[in-house]
T-cell receptor
Framework: DQQVKQNSPSLSVQEGRISILNCDYT??????FLWYKKYPAEGPTFLIS?????DKNEDGRFTVFLNKSAKHLSLHIVPSQPGDSAVYFC????????????FGTGTRLKVLA | DTAVSQTPKYLVTQMGNDKSIKCEQN?????MYWYKQDSKKFLKIMFS???????INETVPNRFSPKSPDKAHLNLHINSLELGDSAVYFC????????????FGPGTRLTVT
């Protein structure tokens, strides 16, 4: 039972346009969410996080939106750059529980120059 | 000045052998993790240690044994390796449990033949 799902395995976007990566979760106990970026042959790198007390968090070109009622979060990258081409993972945790993060299977983003 | 390092980066071994993967972090974190990324790209938590105490132990075969000699090190020993153990193993660390981003090592690609 995959509690965190990224239903789009891949996404292609033109340079300068917006990239929107989506993530859905099923466990209503999840209250902290993170996005990671991963380049080939490297470990995931933390990008941005959001707590369930917020519905938006912004850091430069990256914004994460959280819709608790829909159990959905999205990562917006504006403007997209070729260096953003990577696999993006969302992860969720129930901070009152065992503190473990459940990861989605990732979305491969390709930004076309 | 690598933050989270793992050795070796690649490990090729035969079924039935025993092998170890080492992890070290120089970030001053008190929580460390082992993750397994399988062929379907699922990134799953295996173990977590907080201040050398085991706090997360997922349903992992007992052939896998983590050892944390101190807060900066978390090693993974695998006995009687099987074909299904082939995967990329990532070590990670964080400042604490719960709502803290995790910093990942580069991964160890284990191939069991």
């Amino acid at each position: 039972d995959q509690q965190v799902k990224q239903n789009s395995p891949s996404l292609s976007v033109q340079e300068g346009r917006i990239s929107i990566l989506n993530c859905d979760y099923t466990n209503s106990m999840f209250d902290y969410f993170l996005w990671y970026k991963k380049y080939p042959a490297e470990g995931p790198t933390f990008l941005i996080s959001i707590s369930s007390i917020k519905d938006k968090n912004e850091d430069g070109r990256f914004t994460v939106f959280l819709n608790k009622s829909a159990k959905h979060l999205s990562l917006h990258i504006v403007p997209s750059q070729p260096g953003d081409s990577a696999v993006y993972f969302c992860a969720a945790s129930a901070t009152s529980g065992t503190y473990k993060y459940i990861f989605g299977t990732g979305t491969r983003l390709k930004v076309l120059a | 000045d690598t933050a989270v390092s793992q050795t070796p980066k690649y490990l090729v071994t035969q079924m039935g052998n025993d092998k170890s993967i080492k992890c070290e972090q120089n970030l001053g974190h008190d929580t460390m993790y082992w993750y397994k990324q399988d062929s379907k790209k699922f990134l799953k938590i295996m173990f977590s240690y907080n201040n050398k105490e085991l706090i997360i132990n997922e349903t992992v075969p007992n052939r896998f044994s983590p050892k944390s000699p101190d807060k900066a090190h978390l090693n993974l020993h695998i006995n009687s390796l099987e074909l299904g153990d082939s995967a990329v193993y990532f070590c990670a660390s964080s400042y604490g449990r719960g709502s803290y981003e995790q910093y990942f090592g580069p991964g160890t690609r284990l191939t069991v033949t």
